[in-house]
């Protein structure tokens, strides 16, 4: 019993031995090549490959294409982060003006982690040149950098609207509140309408259809018209305006959900020294743009006498501002710069800003200036098509820029629609209108526009015009 035990034993020790000499030979790795593999792996540069759309297009691309970038090697997903919001952040940027502004996005990976997905938010502009911009903080595994930021060529995405295919049209709403001289903006898949004349809350739509009020709990600040409202950062900020006591304010306000607001302690950098602040005003434009937040002009009020302002203000967090002093060339050829006013329109067209009309000392104007700094400001015309005007809304779509609305030098309201490809050039149309019969209660001044889905269910943009009522331009 004990010898076959013994037996039993050695064949066991025999038979692990076999298989342990049979898996020896099957297994051909050597330890110096697979050293020598990982070292040419470490020192094979990190590079971009390709970026392209879902699609495979690089022109009329959809506007809910996706976009895949290829890298030589795998990329740590640590470090391959993007913008959530609206600022150029993250080491993958999307942009549609040259990376003054950029897209919100998500990005995600191949098991590999060769291959990202660039997914954006909410659908990309109509007629626009995006551009991706890989930045040298992408790292490989063996914490080696991008050899290069790579940008990659344009983009260019489908139009909406050739052949006449685009119209405007009421929106049917729920909930929506009548207001003017309000502020909004996109932001997080979502269009925000902030206080207002007629109004003193904030609303919130998925859609731009149905409405949800927004509260702010024991602290409110917009009790408020002629307020100046943009995303920057990833956050909502409201800057400035009238209160509801009529008494004009220069503060700072900002929210990271529209919902919870803080008020922000300003430092100033005056442009003749000093520590001065942007003084109290309303009716002032404010925008994003080139990594920065920017104020330009407004109006003040004292002692019943009404001051038009034509300073302008920057800040690359929101809290901390520059006053800037800005060289000008009028249409003249002279360096007279824009005078003051209120009530004029700011926005981001052509990688530029484009300041267009407000009300002056002199009355109502209707001058084009266009900036693509901030500071650096040129005439563009001083007869447009258009008559002079106040309080109307400016948007980039479709590739022209857009004049809305406004309130003109004879107190008459506008329904007027005008557009350029170059700010020089204009072409009119007239929103406002079913079936060529004016609507009573289209609001003309103390308009906002943004561009949107033009339904829940719509991949597609429209532009949205706020005011007494919503109106829609889009197929």
């Not at 942007?278 to 009404?306: D, P, Q, T």
Request: neutral net charge.
């Amino acid at each position: 019993m004990a010898l076959a035990s013994h037996f039993t034993f050695g064949r066991l020790v025999l038979i692990l031995f076999a298989g342990w000499a049979a898996l020896s030979a099957c297994d051909s790795s050597n330890p110096a090549e697979e050293e020598s593999a990982i070292a040419t792996l470490a020192n094979k540069q990190l590079t971009v490959d390709n970026i392209s759309t879902i699609s495979g297009k690089s022109s009329s691309v959809p506007l809910t294409d996706n976009f895949t970038i290829t890298f030589s090697k795998a990329v740590q997903s640590i470090t391959a982060t993007t913008s959530s919001g609206g600022s150029c952040s993250g080491s993958v940027q999307l942009s549609g003006d040259n990376f003054s502004n950029c897209e919100a996005a998500t990005l995600t990976y191949n098991s590999g982690r060769t291959t990202y997905t660039l997914t954006p938010q909410v659908p990309l502009k109509t007629k626009t040149n995006y551009k991706i911009l890989v930045s040298t903080s992408v790292k490989d595994d063996f914490e080696k950098a991008l050899s290069s930021s790579y940008t990659s060529s344009a983009f260019v995405t489908q139009s909406l609207c050739d052949n006449g295919s685009c119209s405007w049209s009421a929106v049917s709403t729920s909930n929506w509140s009548i207001r003017s001289y309000h502020g909004s903006t996109a932001w997080q898949s979502t269009l925000w309408a902030l206080g207002g004349r007629d109004d003193k809350h904030v609303q919130a739509s998925s859609s731009g259809s149905s409405w949800t009020d927004k509260t702010q709990g024991a602290v409110n600040p917009f009790k408020r018209s002629g307020l100046g409202v943009a995303t920057f950062n990833n956050k909502l900020w409201v800057l400035g305006g009238q209160n509801a006591s009529g008494q004009l304010v220069s503060d700072a306000w900002s929210s990271s959900n529209g919902t919870s607001w803080s008020q922000k302690t300003l430092t100033c950098t005056a442009s003749g020294g000093g520590s001065t602040c942007w003084s109290v005003r309303y009716r002032h434009a404010v925008v994003s743009f080139g990594g920065k937040l920017w104020i330009y002009g407004g109006e003040s009020v004292s002692g019943g006498s009404v001051s038009y302002l034509n300073d302008v203000w920057s800040s690359s967090n929101g809290t901390t501002w520059t006053q800037q002093s800005p060289t000008c060339t009028d249409c003249s050829s002279n360096s007279t710069c824009w005078s003051g006013r209120s009530g004029h329109a700011v926005a981001v067209f052509n990688n530029a800003l484009w300041l267009t009309g407000g009300s002056s000392s002199s009355g109502a104007t209707k001058e084009v200036w266009t900036s693509s700094n901030g500071t650096n400001w040129t005439c563009k015309t001083i007869g447009p098509a258009w008559t002079v005007r106040s309080g109307h809304a400016s948007i980039e779509y479709e590739g022209a820029l857009w004049v809305l609305g406004g309130q003109n030098g004879s107190s008459i309201n506008s329904l007027e629609a005008w557009q350029s490809t170059d700010g020089s050039t204009w072409t009119s149309g007239v929103y406002g209108r079913t079936d060529g019969v004016i609507v009573n209660n289209a609001s003309a001044s103390g308009l906002s526009a943004e561009t949107f889905k033009c339904s829940a269910s719509s991949s597609n943009n429209c532009i949205l015009l706020l005011g007494s009522k919503v109106w829609k331009y889009g197929p």
